[in-house]
């Protein structure tokens, strides 16, 4: 039987057309792996961050006092740990301040955003669970490692404390963001790891030097220390997004003036 032209033109657009599906549908089946395996990595991270950050706060039996660069030091040094494990996977964020800076700065959808909130601060919940469940110390009625201001601050210099070290981290990581920067990406875990630590030696006796939402929720939800708690949620918001909008709009602005 023959084929007439028509008949062939119309099968090779069919087969055109199941082609061209095809690559869509695993395009979107790509794509949609790509963020959920992203949004899991936010969730583990930010675990990992609460719990191995905060059993760096548990007591030592035998020792009359936590030594004072302990926690600063284990928090450092596992935001280093997640940032080297996870960056590649999901930027590593860890934190909403610093996944709302990334919405403001366009390097990713609200939608987008909102998932990595959910997942860090779900993360940071279980990640204190588990470390109650391991460690041999009463952590809920203690209250380790929640985040508590000085008694000898007013609430809004609290604020101000969280505002000010949360605009410091997400300084670096605009700067980190900024196009010209681009070839000086190495070493990025240490850097942040060394900023964590920096920032948490001269917060961490004023505020507990949160700067992170999520890492202030989940030892909140367990041991019920909700005292002044809108503090490390207002504060690394504003300080985040200031410091986001800030540096979008004036430093980026002159990327090509020469100097």
């Excluded at 809920?140 to 410091?168: F, K, P, R």
């Amino acid at each position: 039987m023959a084929v007439t032209p028509g008949k062939h033109l119309a099968n090779v657009i069919e087969s055109v057309s199941v082609k061209c599906r095809n690559k869509l549908s695993d395009k979107i089946l790509i794509k949609f792996c790509e963020t959920w395996r992203a949004v899991l990595a936010e969730f583990i991270s930010t675990l990992l961050l609460v719990l191995l950050g905060c059993l760096s706060c548990v007591p030592i039996q035998g020792l009359a006092y936590q030594p004072p660069l302990y926690a600063p030091l284990g928090f450092g040094f596992v935001v280093l740990f997640n940032i080297q494990a996870f960056a590649h996977i999901s930027g590593a964020h860890m934190n909403p301040s610093v996944t709302l800076a990334a919405i403001l700065w366009g390097k990713m959808s609200i939608g987008l955003g909102i998932a990595y909130m959910i997942a860090q601060c779900v993360g940071s919940i279980l990640g204190y669970g588990i470390l109650i469940a391991l460690s041999p110390y009463d952590l809920i009625t203690d209250g380790i490692c929640t985040t508590q201001h000085h008694s000898a601050l007013t609430v809004y210099q609290a604020l101000a404390v969280e505002v000010i070290l949360t605009a410091a981290l997400n300084f670096l990581n605009c700067a980190l963001w900024d196009p010209k920067n681009e070839k000086s990406l190495e070493s990025v875990a240490l850097k942040f790891g060394f900023t964590i630590a920096g920032l948490s030696i001269a917060g961490g006796p004023l505020t507990g030097c949160s700067m992170n939402p999520a890492r202030s929720l989940g030892p909140a939800v367990w041991t019920g220390a909700w005292a002044a708690h809108w503090i490390y949620w207002v504060g690394p918001f504003l300080g985040g997004s200031l410091s986001a909008i800030f540096y979008k709009y004036v430093w980026l602005n002159n990327k090509d003036d020469g100097m």
